[in-house]
């Protein structure tokens, strides 16, 4: 993995590709469990009526 440095102090700013995708794709599995957690307590809900 070869990093490149574009000379500013933002942390962003001198991640590779591969660790910019990691984020995203981490930032999609968390929103995708907190959809998961939503729908599971919503077929609970709609199990009770």
Known sequence: MQHQNTSTFNHQDNLSDEEKEL????????HLKME???LKQVALIM???
Do not use: F, H, Y
């Open 23 to 30: 984020i995203k794709l981490r930032k999609e599995v968390q």
């Open 36 to 38: 998961n957690n939503i």
């Open 47 to 49: 199990g009770q009526s």
